[in-house]
């Protein structure tokens, strides 16, 4: 991937209302996205993710700090010059026109010349795989049909960058799966930037190169999916990004190379990783995720010892609930495969011992 930067946000902020009712919608963000990437902000309702998008596509504007496309300063071009589109929850389609005649409307407005046209959306129908249905009116299709005629039309003038506002929420849990793997696929084959805002973090998860995570009109932190999920820096990332579990720690070493070795309230003593910007010392808190923990007997080498309260059989993994000697509750998540592993089951009032797979702990920051 080119690590050339399509957009660069510096130091944005959108305050809406004044005295009393003033509400800071964007504070102070400043982010890179880079060319080719499909990036995605994410963050509970409120948090100013339509906020920071409206922002790039010149709908709005900064009360203060600046925003780049490719290293120019894009606020004095209104949307219409902006090499930008923009994907809505509802695709507001036009239902009197067909498919084609809504995939060619935005060429039509540049002026482009028929023949140029009709080559653009007949390329833009076979990407979207709707050549069959391009004489229908957009009213007589189906949701994610209308989905795909609304990436289509965005996609046809070719811009730089295509915004994309939770362009997946209408549609039903199937659907959306399969047009997530679609989307992936349309950023890949078109090698466009794609700003894309869910609060679903599976969905996000799923599509994106990049994830920033967003939380009161901040960007908490900006990375990976893999890093996100496995090494969240933060409380509100770790808990935003799927279900884990926190536990109390106390440093017992730390080197410069992101690692440490922490002593939990058992006593027992386990590696944990930790986000560059921190140097942890004294008492921390770690996140383990259910996944990388299981249930055991207790002995010797269990890093924490309790008793289960409650076992949720979930067809692929069965739920632990398990309560910690020290009160702390606990979630051990095991996979129910039948591949020749033997899996011990256990049963609410159990004790239980908790252990841990390598390189599963991660410090946050306070
Ligand atoms: P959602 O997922 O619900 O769409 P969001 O993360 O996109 O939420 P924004 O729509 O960016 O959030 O809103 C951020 C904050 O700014 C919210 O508190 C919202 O109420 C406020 N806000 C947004 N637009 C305006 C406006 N035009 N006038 C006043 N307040 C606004």
Not at 259 to 268: E, F, N, P
Request: overall charge negative.
């Amino acid at each position: 991937m080119a690590d050339k930067n399509a957009i660069e946000v510096r130091g944005a902020s959108k305050i809406f209302g004044t005295g009393e009712a003033q509400v800071a919608a964007l504070d102070n963000v400043s982010v890179s996205i880079r060319e080719n990437e499909f990036f995605t902000l994410l963050g509970p309702s409120g948090c100013g993710k339509t906020t920071l998008l409206r922002l790039i596509a010149g709908f709005d504007y900064p009360t203060d700090g600046e925003i780049l496309l490719y290293g120019q300063d894009i606020a004095p071009l209104p949307p219409f010059k902006r090499p930008v589109n923009t994907v809505f929850q509802s695709y507001a389609l036009f239902p009197h026109m067909t498919v084609a005649q809504n995939i060619a409307f935005g060429l039509e407005m540049l002026g482009k010349p028929r023949a140029e046209i009709d080559g653009r959306v007949a390329e833009m129908l076979r990407l979207v795989r709707m050549e069959a249905l391009k004489d229908r009116r957009t009213s007589q299709i189906s949701g994610g049909q209308q989905q795909r005629v609304a990436l289509a039309r965005a996609l046809a003038p070719q811009p730089k960058v295509l915004l994309l506002d939770e362009p997946l929420s209408a549609l039903d849990y199937k659907l959306r799966k399969e047009m997530q793997i679609e989307l992936k696929r349309l950023q890949n084959q078109t090698g466009i930037t794609f700003i894309f805002v869910t609060h679903d973090q599976e969905e996000a998860l799923t599509m994106s190169d990049r994830i920033a995570v967003m939380s009161s009109g901040r960007i908490l932190q900006v990375g990976s999916p893999w890093d996100i999920y496995d090494r969240p820096a933060e409380r509100f990332v770790a808990d935003f990004i799927g279900e884990t579990n926190f536990l109390d720690a106390d440093v017992v070493s730390a080197t410069g190379d992101g690692r440490a070795t922490v002593r939990l309230s058992s006593g027992v003593e386990i590696p944990a990783t930790f986000p560059a910007s921190v140097m942890p010392e004294g008492k921390v808190t770690i996140v383990i995720r259910p996944e990388h923990a299981r249930v055991a007997a207790p002995n010797g080498t269990s890093a924490h010892v309790g008793h289960i309260e409650n076992v949720v059989y979930l067809g692929t993994d069965t739920h632990f609930h398990v309560r910690l000697d020290d009160g702390t509750p606990f979630i051990v998540r095991q996979q129910n495969s039948r591949n020749g592993n033997s899996q011990t089951s256990f049963a609410a009032a159990e004790r239980v011992g908790i252990e841990f797979g390598r390189d599963v702990a991660q410090i946050l920051k306070d």
